[in-house]
């Protein structure tokens, strides 16, 4: 009977716990740094509503890389060895360096900034890019008709600002 009652599969699909991790991107680093063997620096670091992967580096074997993944849904995973690649900067840097009370603002000061047709960003970057420069991040706005990227120092103070 159409309208009785309603099934299983017309529930709305269930909601990740507790604020996205761009709304409160400090539980990624609470969630992360007890189960990364200490001390380590990251390589990289992208963070999404409602997962993150960290790739780090162990200083005392400068050539052992391990990425770990977190999901709202599972929490952290193991870790999986990583190949390095000479083309990919791999100098580490602490996670201390950044300031994650600051993504929501970058979030969106970001999309304000570039003022994109339907412009939306839905993940932040964290690293040293491809040339190995100061530490930073970058967020990636895709729009309707042209997309661009705003990239912040790691206290979160904005740098630049370029439309493709």
């Not at 052992?64 to 849904?73: A, F, N, P, Q, V």
């Not at 970058?106 to 839905?122: I, S, Y």
Request: aromatic residues 8%.
């Amino acid at each position: 009977l159409a309208g009785a009652g309603g099934s299983a599969s017309s529930a709305p699909p269930a909601k990740a716990k507790g604020p996205s991790y761009l709304e409160e991107a400090s539980q990624v680093v609470a969630a992360c740094k007890p189960k990364i063997p200490a001390p380590f620096l990251v390589t990289e670091l992208t963070i999404s509503p409602t997962s993150a992967s960290i790739e780090v580096q162990d200083p005392r074997q400068k050539d052992t890389y391990d990425e770990y993944h977190l999901s709202k849904d599972t929490g952290v995973g193991e870790p999986q060895p990583q190949q390095v690649f000479s083309v990919t900067c791999k100098k580490g840097f602490s996670i201390d360096e950044a300031d994650f009370s600051q993504v929501p603002v970058m979030m969106k000061d970001a999309v304000a900034r570039l003022n994109l047709e339907d412009g939306e960003a839905d993940s932040i970057h964290l690293s040293r890019g491809v040339f190995c420069k100061e530490p930073r991040w970058m967020i990636f706005v895709d729009g309707k008709r042209k997309d661009g990227s705003v990239e912040y120092d790691p206290k979160g103070k904005f740098r630049n600002a370029k439309v493709m």
